[in-house]
């Protein structure tokens, strides 16, 4: 199976970190720890009904009119601080591994810096997708009101486009966005920029090319 070994990384990775991290997931390194319910929360999950009781977001959230509100970036605290060591990095800034973060050196050239790290780009597609996810557990099962919402953007997916989804942008549930726009004229790619692959025929990068991070963050700006 192809990512098999890298998934096995994360699962390895992740059971560090939740032991890492009992100021967010708790003594037992529970994930749902991180989320704070006054009374066991029901979610069923995989045609089973789980439970979990934590006290993490509870405890930084308030009571409006009886329902309990808190802000996205309480939420992205936790998930950025407390997950980060089980995503592979490239980067690092000031010894901290910065997961899915880039330097875009078309961002550098237009800022004329030499400082470390302002020509940085923080898409954190996973980390996002997760949030994404907690989000519709937090307002649809607990009944939460979450807050921020608009400092959320697009997946910025690398392979294959701009993923963005459904339960926040239904109209667009989906849509393979980053290739749209080139498809469209929205964003055209420079001559030659990209190497071509003698046995395809195709453009061929890592992840880490320049024209990638410019593309996908050219994608979230357009949108």
């Given at each position: 199976?192809?990512?098999l070994?890298?998934?096995?990384?994360?699962?390895?990775?992740l059971?560090?970190?939740?032991?890492?991290?009992?100021q967010?997931?708790?003594?037992?390194?529970?994930?749902?720890?991180?989320i704070?319910?006054?009374?066991?929360?029901?979610?069923?999950?995989?045609?089973?009904?789980?439970?979990?009781?934590?006290?993490?977001?509870?405890?930084?959230?308030k009571?409006?009119?009886?329902?309990?509100?808190?802000?996205?970036?309480?939420?992205?605290?936790?998930?950025?601080?407390?997950?980060?060591?089980?995503?592979?990095?490239?980067?690092?800034?000031?010894?901290k591994?910065?997961?899915?973060?880039?330097?875009c050196?078309?961002?550098k050239k237009?800022?004329?810096?030499?400082?470390?790290?302002?020509?940085?780009v923080?898409?954190?597609k996973?980390?996002?997708?997760?949030?994404?996810?907690?989000?519709?557990v937090?307002?649809?099962?607990?009944?939460?009101?979450?807050?921020g919402?608009?400092d959320?953007?697009?997946?910025?997916?690398y392979?294959?486009?701009?993923?963005?989804?459904?339960?926040f942008?239904?109209q667009?549930?989906?849509?393979?966005?980053?290739?749209?726009?080139?498809?469209?004229?929205?964003l055209?790619?420079?001559?030659?920029v990209?190497?071509?692959?003698?046995?395809?025929?195709?453009?061929?990068?890592?992840?880490?090319?320049p024209a990638?991070?410019?593309?996908r963050?050219?994608?979230?700006?357009?949108l």
């Amino acid at each position: 199976m192809v990512g098999l070994e890298g998934r096995t990384s994360l699962l390895f990775n992740l059971s560090g970190a939740l032991k890492a991290s009992p100021q967010f997931f708790g003594e037992d390194g529970r994930p749902g720890n991180m989320i704070g319910v006054s009374s066991h929360l029901q979610i069923w999950s995989l045609h089973r009904l789980k439970f979990f009781h934590a006290d993490f977001l509870e405890s930084d959230s308030k009571l409006v009119d009886n329902q309990r509100v808190i802000h996205l970036s309480q939420l992205w605290y936790v998930l950025v601080e407390g997950l980060n060591p089980i995503w592979p990095s490239r980067i690092q800034l000031a010894g901290k591994s910065l997961g899915d973060v880039w330097p875009c050196p078309a961002l550098k050239k237009a800022l004329g810096t030499a400082e470390e790290g302002e020509d940085f780009v923080p898409f954190h597609k996973l980390t996002q997708w997760i949030t994404y996810s907690l989000v519709e557990v937090l307002e649809k099962i607990a009944k939460w009101k979450v807050e921020g919402l608009e400092d959320l953007t697009g997946l910025p997916e690398y392979r294959n486009g701009m993923s963005v989804c459904s339960h926040f942008l239904p109209q667009v549930s989906h849509n393979r966005l980053g290739g749209l726009l080139l498809d469209h004229g929205v964003l055209t790619l420079k001559p030659d920029v990209l190497p071509v692959d003698p046995g395809s025929g195709l453009p061929s990068v890592p992840p880490s090319h320049p024209a990638i991070i410019e593309w996908r963050a050219m994608t979230v700006i357009e949108l």
